[in-house]
Antibody
């Protein structure tokens, strides 16, 4: 059974940093691209950032370039999101999403999400 | 403002057929396949349709997708109360080099 378990969310001050993790199980982690997708309170889904199975390729939404970094440790089956220079606009539930093997954005499994709140 | 445009709301009565549209451009829907997601409030999204018109195993055949040019549609036939949810289209955008979502459509079953 595929499982994605996010952690690391919480309350952070504007300008601060936070690192999210997503522990994966139930599939060959290194064979699948992964992404982070966020959802601000009462708003729609917004793709944030993605990484290939090997970690050799990454793609970013324009609004996070230079602030957010995605990485993965295939030996630990874990995906990470390092978020710096956070602002109130980054307040959202952050979902870890698995892409179907061989695809970039067919997100066939999602985690339950972790809430990030940026506020003073 | 979302790159892909969806109506904010749709509604229907049980048993009816409802269609949700999603429009984009040549850099996204016009050149890449579209996926649809269903999200019941308070839960994670679920893949509903992939590659424009394919259903993952377990998704009822009441759900179908179609595409023409730079527009795509999700159709739900035999509407049921459990279909009440938010629906999102998504595609890769070649100009932005990333995934773009529609703003979402809230489906109400009257």
């Amino acid at each position: 059974e595929v499982q994605l378990l996010e952690s690391g969310g919480g309350l952070v001050q504007p300008g601060g940093s936070l690192r999210l993790s997503c522990a994966a199980s139930g599939f060959t982690f290194s064979s699948c691209a992964m992404s982070w997708v966020r959802q601000a309170p009462g708003k729609g889904l917004e793709w944030v950032i993605g990484i290939s199975g090997s970690g050799g390729a990454t793609y970013y939404a324009d609004y996070v370039k230079g602030r957010f970094t995605i990485s993965r440790d295939n030996s630990k089956n874990t995906l990470y999101l390092q978020m710096n220079s956070l602002s109130a606009e980054d307040t959202a539930i952050y979902y870890c999403a698995k892409a179907y093997s061989g695809t970039w954005y067919r997100f066939d499994y999602w985690g339950q999400g972790t809430l990030v709140t940026v506020s003073s | 403002q979302s790159v892909l445009t969806q109506p904010p709301s749709a509604s229907g009565t049980p048993g009816q057929r409802v269609t949700i549209s999603c429009s984009g451009s040549s850099s996204n829907i016009g050149s890449n396949t579209v996926n649809w997601y269903q999200q019941v409030p308070g839960t994670a999204p679920k893949l509903l349709i992939y590659s424009d018109n394919q259903r993952p195993s377990g998704v009822p055949d009441r759900f179908s997708g179609s595409k023409s040019g730079t527009s795509t549609s999700l159709a739900i036939s035999g509407l049921q109360s459990e279909d009440e949810a938010d629906y999102y289209c998504a595609a890769w955008d070649d100009s932005l080099n990333g995934v773009v979502f529609g703003g979402g459509t809230k489906l109400t079953v009257l």
